[in-house]
Structure formats: structure tokens, C-alpha cells
């Protein structure tokens, strides 16, 4: 450790404020700062706001300033003030989340949006969406935005790009952007002003003689609030929850399907059947000490990266001070294969010229360059460390690489229990990610890896998991007498858990429960049908009036649970027109879900005699009376 304990306290204090500094006024802020161009990015977990800095950053090719911005820390109804500053633009990175939703920090500004009047005249702008055309909703937010802006008077400048995660985000980006800057200088009558230069966003303090006491060991937010928590319990300031339960759910077969209870008691949280639990996991310190060793560093050494921009309100990339490790370990993805921009900055310290030529060129936008990133990166499910050994001559400043690197983000999980059963405690259905990549190497997914070693007794210390809830709009129908019908294949199966068991609640409180009918899926009856006795149980008692699994290996043809749909279509139709039932998919957003849609299509057509397209119409209007809920991820 190269630390000692004498800091003067008065530069402790400093320190700690540095990471709270505040302005809400980004008209200000730009005027102060000579900048002339705003990105904002509605984020949940990353992406936008990555392509936003990188936005902000290019600015300067063009002799102009950018600043990338959170709508949750600014007054956005400041944006009819833009045109007070010369050849300005605001610029918009949105992502969409749950059924076409904003993400978390730009829901006041969506609100804002879509109920002022605000007047936009004069203001220049455009929007770069991201989304994914799994989602029935693809690209809502960037859309909304965009077309927004130019009902209240705001001028489009260039047009909305479309950013399609199921396909490569990146790519889309980077071709949108490759169009959008020429758009720029033409617009303001400005040029390019040369080579792209790498510029650092941040400056290296290596601290040596620092109180451990001031050092982030991997707190979120608040120093030491892991040893000392406080409620209210979020993302910021997770909460400590020990693993109570943590079992294998398959009883054979090659995966690993994990059932696991986190302990909420005392710290006021509280849940409802249908939201979801993020989880902060850390990364796997074989690939962080691989990381140290293949760029020769002392691990344990203390540093900041310190914001060159002073009055930027993003002092450092993560919580410093801290050590290397931390940073790689709690802070920062070092799994997912690096985006173009960290290629490119990275590419000036290959020491061997083909090794250099090759990334710059996966960081290009031709052709080949694009197919190369492809294949070499995301084919090959390249992580930087990866990437590191396949280039030898490829050994950049630990600090520069800890400054592109994306931070690492919270997984979600369905909550698999009712909190009317289970106040104190929240389930978690789970599979561990493992795959063997086309390089050879085995891949182990960060936060089900971590999870499945939170053993109850480890070590006599409580295996704990940081966690806050994050509400959903995934709701058993306000009418208890409301039947439902719920579809969940694999773990899909999570969120139905809950339900079931408040159903069964219900029942026991004296309630009139209307249907409760189960679709599951699995390969094997005898592998990995999860929850079977529980489930078993359930439709003995009468809590499930119709469990329907489909085993999809069982027999020589595939069989799933839209399968079992059709088969049952006249049961599912009576139970959707007649009785008004809700229902409910959980699961694969790839295939699952929307194959599951087209079989409620097919019903609808066939039963309801309607037309293709009145079918269609038919179950999107379920959706719009809240009565066809999906709570899907890819
Ligand atoms: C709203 C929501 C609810 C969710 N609920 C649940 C739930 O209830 N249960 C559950 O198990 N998961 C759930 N998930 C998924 C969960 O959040 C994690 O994404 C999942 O557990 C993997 O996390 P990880 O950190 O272990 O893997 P990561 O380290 O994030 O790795 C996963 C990534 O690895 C890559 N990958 C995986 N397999 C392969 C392969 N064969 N070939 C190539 N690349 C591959 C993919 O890029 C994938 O995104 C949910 C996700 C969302 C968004
Ligand atoms: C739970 C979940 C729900 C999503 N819902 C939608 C959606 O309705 N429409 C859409 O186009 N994309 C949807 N997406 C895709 C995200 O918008 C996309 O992955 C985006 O790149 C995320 O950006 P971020 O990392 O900045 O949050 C969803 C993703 C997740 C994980």
C-alpha cells in the first residue's frame, strides 16, 4: 500500500466535497465556460451518456465546446434560453426503458416536455435515439423527443438517429455521427480543424500519503456508507442485504440455475410483487490482477483522476481516492468488449506499427474497419483484458485505461416473491452466464458468477449483496377477481413466483381470486423444471387453477410455451375476451416474447374472427389498457 496516514485534514475535506459541486443552470455554465454546444443523455445504464461525452468531446475538432449534461442536475427549462448563446445546439442522447419509457434521470424532463409550453424558437437541436427493435416500443424516447422539440418551435438540424442494441449500437452511432458533424460545420459555417487528437479528460494524483479512512473501497456514493448505513436505501446508497438462501434449482444438466433470498430486514425497504432488484456485483479478481500484471502495476497504489475541467460537475470518473484495484474491480466494466472510442484512444501506445494500424482502423468508420471491430471485438467477445494479451505491444498507462473504461452497472433481477409473504426478504431466480468464446477463452458473466459464490456461511462473515429496488409497472390487476395469465419460460418463471404467492395470500385473507393460469417453459422435465414442487403445491391448494409447462427438449420436436397457447387457444381466448383477463410475459425479449405475441395474434384472428390487422389492433389496445404487461430483457 503506498499510503500513509498524515493528510492534513483541511485537503480531506476538500477531497470529499469535490465530488457533490453543483450548478443548475447550464445556460450559465456554458456562457462562463465559452461552450456553445449541450448534450444531455437520458441513461439508465450507461450507454447515452458514454456517447455523449464522446459528443461533447468531438466538439472541439470543429473549434467548437461541448458539455455533456444529466437533465436531472440541470433546469431544463432553461433549453428556450439556448439561443442566447452564438451558434449553439443542444444535442440529445435518449435511451427508452421499460414499455417505451424514459430512463430514471430523464423522466422530469419527459414530463416537463410533454405537459409545458414551452417555446423553442430559435433553439437548434437533434437527437440521437438508443434503443432495441426487440421492444415493442423501439427508440420511444428519442423519438418523442425529437418530434417534440420541433412542435414547440425548435429547429432539427440534423436527423434523428436510430441506435438498435439487438443489432450493434455501436456502429449505428458512429455512422450517424460520421453524417451528423459535416451536417454541423455546414450549418454554422464552421470546419473541421484537423487530425482527431486523444485529449485527456482527467489528471493523474497519485496520493502517498493519504488517511485510509479517505480512500472509496468501493461505496457508490457516500464514504464509508457501507459500514455505516443509512436509509433511504438507492442507487446512490445501496443497501448491505446478507444472503440468506442460496440454492441450485436444476437438478441436472450443463447450466446452473440459482434460487437466492436476500434479507431486507431493518432497512425500510419496501417492494412489491413485480419490481425488480439491482444488484452492484464486483468483478472477478483473476481478471484484475491479470490486468495488473500485464501492465506491470502495483495494484494497491492510491490515486484521483481529477476532472481537467474545473467547473465540470463529474469530478472524477468514480469515486476517488481509491487504489487501482478498487476502481477495477467495483468501478469499472472490464468485461464487455470496449466501444470503438477507447480502441482509438488506446491505439497511440501499440508500439508495433501493425498492431496500431489495426486499431485505429477498428476505430474508423470504413468499411473495413467496421467489419474488423466486428469480427476481431464483438464476435470474438474481446474483453480488454483479451485485448491486451492478443496485442503484446499494447500496454497504455493504467490511469488513461481506467479513464475510457465504462463503469461498471447494476444488474436487475425480477423479484421472485410476494412481499405480502415475504416482507423482509426478496428472491432472486437467476442462471449463471458461462460461454467459451470463438478465441477460446471461457466468458463468465460478472454478477451471476459473484451471486452464485454468496454462500450463506462464508466464512462465519455474512456473504452480503449491495442492492436497491427499482420500481416496476409490471402489477397484478387492481381486481383480485381479475384472472391472469402469465408467461414465464426459464427464469422467465421469476416475477410469477411473486404473484402466485400473493395470490395465494389473497385467497387466505378471504379474497375472491379470479383465474391464475401458468405457462412455463423448460428443456427437461427432469432438469431444470425450477420451482417444480412449489409450483405443484400450488395448483393442489387451487392457487394455480392451470399450470402449463412446456418441455421443449423432451421430444424430437421443439415445444414452447406459444405452443401450448395455441394449443389451449380456446381456454386463453374465453379467459382474454370474456373474462377479462390480464396477461403477462416475463422473459427472452429476443425470441420468447414476441414469438409469444404473434400467438396471441393468431388466436385473436382465429377466434375473434378478425382480420390480421384488426387482431394486431386487438391486443395492442390490451397493452394500452395496462391489460398485456411484458417485463422482458435480451
Ligand atoms: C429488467 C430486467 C430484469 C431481469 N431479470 C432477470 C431475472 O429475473 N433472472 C435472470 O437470470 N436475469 C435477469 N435479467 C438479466 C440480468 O440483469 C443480467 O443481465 C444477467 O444475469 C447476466 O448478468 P451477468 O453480470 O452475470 O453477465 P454479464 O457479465 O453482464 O454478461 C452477459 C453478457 O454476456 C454476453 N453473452 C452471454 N452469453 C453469451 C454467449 N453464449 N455468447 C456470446 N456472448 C454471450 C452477452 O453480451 C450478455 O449481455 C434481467 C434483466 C433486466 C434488464
Ligand atoms: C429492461 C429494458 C427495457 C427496455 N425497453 C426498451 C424499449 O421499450 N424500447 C427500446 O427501443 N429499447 C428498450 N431497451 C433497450 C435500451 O434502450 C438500450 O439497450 C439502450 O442502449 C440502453 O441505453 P443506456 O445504457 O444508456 O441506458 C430496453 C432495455 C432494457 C434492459
Redesign the pocket.
Known amino acids: 500500500m503506498g499510503c500513509v496516514f498524515s493528510l492534513p485534514e483541511d485537503r480531506l475535506v476538500d477531497i470529499d466535497s469535490a465530488q457533490t459541486t453543483r450548478e443548475t443552470s447550464f445556460i450559465d455554465k456554458m456562457k462562463k465556460t465559452g461552450r456553445n454546444i449541450v448534450v444531455f443523455y437520458g441513461s439508465q445504464t450507461g450507454t447515452a451518456e458514454e456517447f455523449s461525452n464522446r459528443l461533447a468531446k468531438d466538439a472541439h475538432r470543429y473549434g467548437m465546446k461541448g458539455m455533456s449534461a444529466d437533465p436531472e442536475e440541470y433546469d431544463m427549462s432553461e433549453l428556450s434560453r439556448l439561443p442566447e448563446i452564438e451558434n449553439s445546439l443542444a444535442i440529445f442522447c435518449m435511451a427508452t426503458y421499460g414499455e417505451g419509457d424514459p430512463t430514471d434521470n430523464s423522466q422530469d424532463f419527459y414530463d416537463w416536455l410533454h405537459e409545458g409550453d414551452a417555446d423553442f424558437t430559435g433553439v437548434k437541436y437533434t437527437v440521437f435515439a438508443l434503443g432495441n427493435k426487440t421492444y415493442e416500443h423501439y427508440n420511444a424516447m428519442g423519438k418523442y423527443v425529437d418530434q417534440r422539440m420541433a412542435e414547440l418551435g425548435a429547429q432539427r438540424i440534423f436527423d434523428l438517429g436510430m441506435g438498435d442494441d439487438d443489432g450493434n449500437l455501436e456502429e449505428d452511432f458512429v455512422s450517424w455521427r460520421e453524417q451528423f458533424w459535416p451536417a454541423v460545420c455546414e450549418h454554422f459555417g464552421v470546419e473541421a480543424t484537423g487530425e482527431e487528437s486523444s485529449i485527456r479528460q482527467y489528471e493523474l494524483k497519485v496520493h502517498s500519503d493519504l488517511n485510509m479512512n479517505k480512500i472509496y473501497t468501493g461505496e457508490l456514493g457516500r464514504l464509508k456508507s457501507f459500514e455505516n448505513q443509512k436509509p433511504p436505501f438507492d442507487s446512490k446508497n445501496p443497501f448491505l442485504a446478507p444472503v440468506t438462501v442460496n440454492r441450485k434449482l436444476n437438478k441436472a444438466g450443463d447450466r446452473h440455475l440459482m434460487h437466492l433470498e436476500l434479507d431486507i430486514t431493518g432497512s425500510k425497504i419496501r417492494y412489491e410483487s413485480g419490481d ?1 432488484v439491482a444488484v452492484y ?1 464486483i468483478n472477478d479478481s483473476v481478471i484484475v490482477n491479470r490486468i495488473g500484471e500485464v501492465l506491470g502495476v502495483d495494484l494497491d497504489t492510491v490515486i484521483s483522476l481529477n476532472n481537467l475541467d474545473e467547473e465540470s460537475n463529474k469530478k472524477h470518473p468514480f469515486p476517488c481516492p481509491t487504489t487501482y484495484r478498487t476502481a477495477l474491480t467495483h468501478y469499472l466494466d472490464i ?1 464487455n468488449p470496449p466501444r470503438t472510442n477507447v480502441l482509438y484512444e488506446l491505439a497511440q501506445y501499440a508500439t508495433d506499427p501493425k498492431e496500431q494500424e489495426n486499431m485505429k482502423k477498428m476505430a474508423s468508420s470504413s468499411p473495413e474497419g467496421k467489419a474488423l471491430y466486428q469480427s476481431w471485438v464483438l464476435d470474438s ?1 474481446r474483453n480488454i483484458l483479451a485485448i491486451l494479451e492478443d496485442l503484446p505491444s499494447l500496454r497504455p498507462p493504467i490511469d488513461h485505461l481506467c479513464e475510457l473504461l465504462p463503469r461498471l452497472q447494476a ?4 423479484i421472485a416473491s410476494s412481499s405480502k409473504v415475504h416482507p423482509n426478504s426478496i428472491h432472486i ?3 449463471v ?1 458461462e ?1 467459451q468464446t470463438k478465441t477460446g477463452r471461457v466468458n463468465k ?5 459473484w451471486l452464485k459464490n454468496k454462500t450463506p456461511t462464508d466464512n462465519g462473515h455474512k456473504a452480503t449483496v449491495p442492492m436497491y429496488i427499482r420500481k416496476s409497472q409490471f402489477r397484478l390487476p387492481f381486481k383480485s377477481t381479475n384472472p391472469v395469465i402469465m408467461i414465464g419460460p426459464g ?1 422467465g418463471i ?1 416475477p410469477f413466483m411473486g404473484f402466485v404467492q400473493e395470490r395465494g395470500w389473497l385467497k387466505e385473507q378471504g379474497k375472491e381470486v379470479g383465474e391464475t393460469v401458468l405457462y412455463y417453459g423448460c428443456r427437461h422435465k427432469n432438469e431444470d423444471f425450477l420451482y417444480q414442487e412449489e409450483l405443484k403445491e400450488f395448483e393442489k391448494t387451487g392457487v394455480l387453477t392451470e399450470l402449463n409447462v412446456a418441455f421443449s427438449r423432451d421430444q424430437t420436436e421443439k415445444v414452447y410455451v406459444q405452443h401450448l397457447l395455441k394449443r389451449n387457444k380456446e381456454a386463453v381466448w374465453r379467459l382474454v375476451h370474456t373474462d377479462n383477463a390480464h396477461i403477462y410475459i416475463c422473459g427472452d425479449a429476443r425470441y420468447m416474447a414476441r414469438d409469444v405475441q404473434n400467438a396471441f395474434y393468431e388466436i385473436a384472428e382465429e377466434l375473434g374472427e378478425l382480420s390480421q390487422a384488426q387482431a394486431v389492433d386487438y391486443i395492442k389496445k390490451l397493452m394500452t389498457k395496462g391489460r398485456y404487461s411484458q ?1 422482458v ?1 435480451s
Do not use: E, K, L, Q
Open positions: 425488480h456485483p468485461t467477445c444488474r436487475y433481477y425480477s431466480c437467476a442462471v452466464v460461454y458473466g460478472v454478477a451471476t458468477n427464469t421469476a417485463d430483457w
